[in-house]
């Protein structure tokens, strides 16, 4: 999670946010355990061992959207996702936050049919009383039922140019990657505006192509040798903030 230079807020109010927790009854006390430490969460208000802080990793970690929480912690079909409120001292990062308080307020249901074949839904009655099980579509007004706001995520992932292991260029956002192919074949490339030279100093099939929009600003972006630049001209219709990274600036 990639944070902010502000420092840590505090709320009284709750915020929402969304974890993602392992499914192991046998073990330990039987409650749901985070993914990467022993700590267990039980019903209600957790408290954090110490205030989180940037010079710290104290706090209880969570997601701004559903979707990051997806993504971050993998879909595996013994997950279990939820909602969750923080309050308390707050470190907020871009994409999720530290609390210095939190409690389970819902529990998603999944979606896929395989993952809701084996969803603990007795388990959870029975752990969690006092914690219900919504769908997806009822995730709003959960929150809203409950007073808690969302947070923005907190400066958007630039869009980076990605070279692959079948020497494709593909554009994905920065700290996300082209997930659809898997991210771990792809390389992220250094935006072609950063360098002097017209190609790639490590790989000269990558050269620079520059767009302007009509009346706009000019981007350089790389350009594989053979293949068609034309591919590259929708990007300038993608909002300025995610191509920052590739515009040329003033001297």
Request: glycine content about 8%; charged content about 25%.
């Amino acid at each position: 999670m990639s944070e902010s230079s502000h420092d840590p807020m505090y709320t009284e109010g709750g915020i929402a946010a969304f974890r993602c927790f392992a499914y192991q009854p046998d073990s330990g006390d039987g409650y749901l355990s985070s993914l990467v430490s022993s700590y267990t969460w039980q019903p209600g208000e957790q408290e954090a061992d110490a205030v989180p802080t940037h010079s710290n990793t104290n706090g209880f970690y969570a997601f701004k959207t559903l979707a990051e929480a997806i993504y971050q912690e993998g879909s595996r079909d013994e997950h279990i996702f939820a909602l969750t409120e923080h309050w308390g001292k707050m470190v907020e990062g871009e994409n999720g936050l530290r609390s210095q308080f939190a409690e389970v307020v819902a529990f998603i249901e999944p979606v896929r049919p395989k993952q809701l074949a084996i969803f603990p839904r007795e388990y959870l009655a029975e752990k969690y009383p006092d914690v219900p099980v919504i769908r997806q579509t009822e995730i709003a007004a959960r929150i809203e039922e409950l007073g808690m706001v969302s947070l923005p995520r907190a400066e958007p992932y630039p869009l980076m140019q990605w070279l692959g292991p079948g020497s494709q260029l593909v554009w994905a956002h920065e700290g996300l990657g082209p997930t659809a192919s898997g991210e771990d074949e792809y390389e992220m490339l250094p935006a072609a505006v950063s360098y002097l030279d017209e190609t790639h100093p490590a790989d000269e099939r990558l050269r620079k192509v520059r767009m302007q929009p009509p009346g706009g600003d000019t981007y350089i972006f790389w350009d594989l040798v053979g293949a068609e630049t034309g591919a590259y001209r929708g990007l300038l219709y993608s909002p300025a903030r995610d191509l920052y990274r590739h515009r040329v600036q003033d001297r």
